[in-house]
């Protein structure tokens, strides 16, 4: 029976020294591990894979079924501190351990020491503790790595001290305040319970500090809470009004376990004075509403901003949004305000003002023929210097007859021509690039009825013609639609957008068509080595007839449309209507030939056939002799009938 009170009487000293100050300053190691299998008959071995966070360097397992019978393995026999009884000790979050008073004799200590080796060895931290010396207090090791000391005998205490250097130094604590800051209660220079000695406190999970039992002049068995955090809020709120640096520490919780520490730093910053030191823009026009920025010092929430004029009424800006204490966005309206240079005034709610002289101005309405010339960029910014180049200037001011041109020192101007504006901020233009000088060139506009001139530096830049290797050229065909028959001088080449590579150098014909939609012919001058563009646009057709186009081979043919004669190939018959037709060629000495075709309203048709000799060449030849022929007859037929008709005049003379 003794031996069990015994075992039982060191697991619990071992988790009222060990674990339970271990969980209230737990490291910042999140705790995680899986095992498998998690079932199974005895024996069952299972594995155990530890996932801690945070880089741990020492584990310990308890796996359920151990019994508190392993030995005790002596550290030191004789540790640095001399022989005592009743004094306190604490597990700190970085696996030290720190010894605090005690008695010894008659003899009472107010010595800290600290080991760093499981007990090992020991530092003396301080040789007298700002506390008194006495024995059977009782202390804690707090989430935020202090120590908390309460009571014990040595004179009766109910005071409470606190040290954040592991035993070194020590405060009495008498203003229990913010959580991270300080520790302790406050009646009268001690704490609410009585003064006693031999009492158990512990640090609970939520950060607290429990009190319980102990003797003063009589045995107790009461128990005090203190509860230092400055909120118990999830996501609170906390205004600091005193500058300083502030180590703000978080310990989260559940009714299971307790999540390690967490630690930020929070900076206050002497309050700034109120200051405005710009506005942007600094200028607006009276008939706008218009966002603005105002920086400066000082600015507070409920901040008030204004324009002032003597004279006038104050424009207040709205929708004031601030920026930390540095930034305000707000828009003022300026509509038919007078047209000045106004005050900019910043207000904060204690009624401190500061204020811009003359910080924004407002101009009167300015007509867009009005505005200052100014050029801001050209469209495309570079050439080749062996083409002409369509640009787009723009900018703001352009006059009517405003001249364009790039320049370069020592190279003469290369001056626009069909100079187009649009509106006072569009110039469209071209440039003449062949054989000028490479480099990065200017760009000047001039408006003609006074003279002003804006100019853009290296706004254009202007590149050699790349070398030709090839005789040929190419064009590049697309349509719009996509799926529309493409023609070079006259052959079908594909359909939608195609490359046609190694045209000769010279002038060609492209015709792009599809049904319902106008054909788009254009002329395409290629040059060797050259890429041509070509962006057909078929527009669609409007109208329920078509076009035929009749060619055959040879040409010559008579062609009849439904019967009707359209005329000799190649010829183009036009208001074909709608719906079937039968197109015929024939020509002396060939094959009749007939098409049927489907006509649709717009569509251009053409339609090529190759005729067939009628007996090849000697049949030609048989037909021209059979003429001969018939013509000798017929002859011969004539001058006998005439013989005839002579003898019988003859015979009737007699």
């Given amino acids: 029976m003794g031996n069990n009170l015994n075992k039982r009487l060191l697991v619990l000293l071992f988790y009222a020294i060990v674990i339970i100050p271990v ?5 910042s190691s999140i705790t995680s591990f899986i095992a498998a299998p998690t079932t199974g008959p005895a024996p069952l071995t299972v594995t155990f894979t530890d996932q801690l966070t945070g880089s741990p360097t020492g584990w310990a397992w308890f796996f359920g079924d151990e019994n508190f019978t392993a030995p005790w393995t002596q550290q030191t026999a004789s540790a640095g501190w001399s022989q005592r009884y009743m004094h306190s000790g604490v597990a700190m979050p970085d696996g030290s351990i720190v010894l605090m008073g005690g008695i010894t004799g008659g003899s009472l200590y107010n010595d800290v020491w600290r080991s760093t080796d499981n007990g090992a060895t020991w530092t ?23 120590i908390v000391l309460m009571g014990g005998y040595g004179g009766g205490h109910n005071d409470v001290w606190r040290s954040t250097d592991n035993g070194a130094h020590w ?20 704490a609410e319970w009585s003064a006693r000695g031999g009492h158990s406190s512990v640090a609970m999970p939520d950060g607290s500090i429990v009190l319980m039992g102990g003797y003063g002049g009589s045995y107790k068995n009461d128990v005090w809470q203190f ?16 500058p300083g640096v502030y180590t703000v520490q978080m310990v989260s919780h559940n009714s299971t376990t307790s999540n390690p520490i967490s630690k930020i730093t929070i900076t206050v910053l002497p309050q700034r004075p109120l200051s405005v030191t710009a506005i942007s823009p600094s200028a607006g026009i009276n008939s706008l509403n ?59 709610p204690d009624g401190t003002s500061a204020t811009l002289q003359s910080g924004f101005t407002i101009t009167g309405v300015v007509p867009p023929t009005l505005q200052p010339l100014s050029v801001t960029a050209i469209s495309p910014s570079a050439g080749i210097n062996s083409l002409n180049i369509s640009a787009t200037v723009t900018g703001t001011g352009f006059r009517p007859g405003a001249a364009v041109k790039l320049t370069l020192t020592g190279q003469p101007d290369i001056v626009a021509s069909g100079v187009t504006l649009t509106g006072d901020s569009t110039i469209a233009c071209t440039f003449d690039l062949n054989g000028k000088t490479t480099g990065t060139w200017d760009l000047a506009v001039t408006n003609p009825s006074d003279g002003t001139t804006s100019v853009r530096s290296t706004a254009f830049t202007l590149t050699a013609a790349p070398i030709i290797t090839n005789t040929n050229g190419t064009i590049i ?51 060797a080595g050259s890429t041509n563009y070509v962006n057909a646009v078929l527009t669609p057709v409007s109208g329920t007839s078509g076009t035929i186009i009749a060619s055959s081979n040879p040409a010559g043919a008579n062609v009849y449309l439904d019967g009707m004669d359209k005329g000799i190939s190649p010829v183009t018959i036009t208001g074909v209507s709608s719906g079937s037709h039968t197109v015929s060629f024939t020509k002396t000495g060939y094959t009749a030939t007939s098409r049927m075709i489907t006509m649709t309203a717009g569509q251009t048709m053409d339609i090529t056939v190759d005729l067939t000799k009628t007996g090849g060449d000697w049949g030609d ?19 006998i009938g005439f013989l005839l008709r002579k003898k019988k005049n003859r015979w009737d003379n007699y």
């Fill in 124 to 146: 003396q931290q301080t040789a007298s503790a700002g506390w008194s010396a006495r024995n059977a207090q009782s202390s804690v090791a707090m989430p935020d790595g202090s």
């Fill in 477 to 527: 065909v697309s349509s719009t639609p996509q799926d529309a028959l493409v023609y070079l001088d006259g052959s079908v080449e594909g359909t939608g957008s195609v490359t046609l590579q190694e045209v000769s150098p010279g002038y060609h014909s492209v015709r792009v068509t599809k049904t319902m939609y106008n054909d788009y012919v254009t002329d395409v001058r290629v040059a």
């Fill in 290 to 348: 218009i966002s603005t920025t105002v920086a400066g010092t000082g600015f507070k929430p409920g901040v008030v901003v204004k324009l002032t004029l003597m004279g006038q009424p104050d424009i207040v800006a709205s929708y004031v949004t601030l920026t930390g204490d540095s930034s305000i966005t707000c828009a003022l309206n300026l509509t038919e305000k007078v047209a000045e240079q106004w005050n900019v005034v910043v207000t904060n």
């Fill in 23 to 27: 969980v209230g300053a737990a490291e």
């Fill in 227 to 242: 509860m230092p955090a400055g909120s118990s809020a999830q996501n609170p709120a906390h205004t600091y009004t005193i």
């Fill in 171 to 190: 405060t009495e604590i008498t203003h229990p305040i913010v959580f991270s800051d300080y520790w302790g209660w406050q009646i009268g220079g001690g």
């Fill in 621 to 639: 030849l048989l037909n021209t002799t059979t003429l001969i022929i018939v013509g000798i007859v017929v002859l011969i037929i004539v001058i």
